[in-house]
């Protein structure tokens, strides 16, 4: 029988990793015995206080780091400052991302800068700038994409573009660094809903084409990624839906 897996001596970057399901990621990969960067742009005090909680159970296991990833000149700083805190860099998990609706007549400039900024532009120069120390390691890439990069959802005609293009750029970047690097990414469906709020009506409309009849939580995107992460040796280029079923045909 071979031996358990984990991560122990390993170093995952998180990005947008203070809160929901990003903060999961981080536990999940932590609890396997990784070192987790906690990037956070605004979020300061959500972060430290994961960092101090996952500190709390393995001494300088954990450590955050800021950054806005729409201002392009500092990717580079941050993945450099995360390299050097542990001396490497084995995973990186894109997943921070904005997300509201932007109807056709209430479009701005700033709307598509913010939202395929984050959404697309900033996962590829994270990945550019961390491809060094990936190939280093043989290490492997997370993008976190939704299963609306495959079928609109009304009225965001920003965010469903810019995660199609980040889908797009999760099978190009597999298949142009590897075999040193593997790129995959995990599609969430219904797993929070939104920070907002969202009317009841709507609610019970999505769980009726969910397979599972349910939601799902955090830990269901958390686990995926530690699959492809630490499991998925033979995996690249793979975008898992963890959506209940939902993207089969709703």
């Keep these: 029988m071979s031996e358990p897996r984990n991560l122990d001596g390993k170093v995952a970057l998180v990005t947008g990793s203070a809160l929901r399901v990003g903060a999961a990621i981080v536990r999940e990969l932590h609890q396997d015995g990784a070192s987790v960067a906690i990037h956070y742009r605004s979020s300061s005090a959500p972060a430290d206080a994961l960092a ?4 709390e159970l393995r ?13 392009t000149p500092k990717i580079a700083a941050l993945i450099e400052s995360v390299a050097a805190w542990k001396g490497r860099l084995d995973t990186v998990v894109n997943n ?3 997300f ?3 109807p056709l007549n209430e479009i701005t400039e700033d709307a598509w800068e913010d939202l395929v900024g984050s ?8 990945a550019k700038a961390a491809v060094p120390h990936l190939r280093e ?13 495959q079928r609109p959802l009304k009225d965001h005609l920003i965010y469903g573009p810019a995660k199609a293009g980040l889908a797009m750029l999760t099978r190009s970047l597999a298949k142009d660094l590897g075999p040193e690097i593997r790129v995959n990414g995990v599609s969430p469906g219904a797993i929070l809903w939104p920070e907002g709020g969202m009317a009841d009506s709507a609610k ?6 969910i397979p599972l009849k349910r939601t799902g939580g955090p830990e269901d995107i958390a686990g995926c990624v530690l699959y492809l992460v ?7 280029g793979q975008i898992i839906a963890v959506d209940g079923g939902r993207s089969v045909g709703w």
């Design 59 to 71: 001494d300088g296991s954990a450590r955050t780091f800021q950054a806005d990833l729409l201002d």
């Design 100 to 102: 509201y609706p932007t």
């Design 96 to 98: 921070a991302s904005s």
């Design 119 to 126: 959404n697309l532009k900033a996962p590829l120069f994270v």
């Design 204 to 209: 019970a409309s999505i769980l009726e084409q």
């Design 137 to 149: 390691t043989q290490g492997s890439l997370i993008n976190i994409v939704d299963i609306h990069a």
């Design 230 to 236: 630490r499991d998925a040796d033979y995996v690249t």
């Design 52 to 55: 101090a909680e996952l500190n």
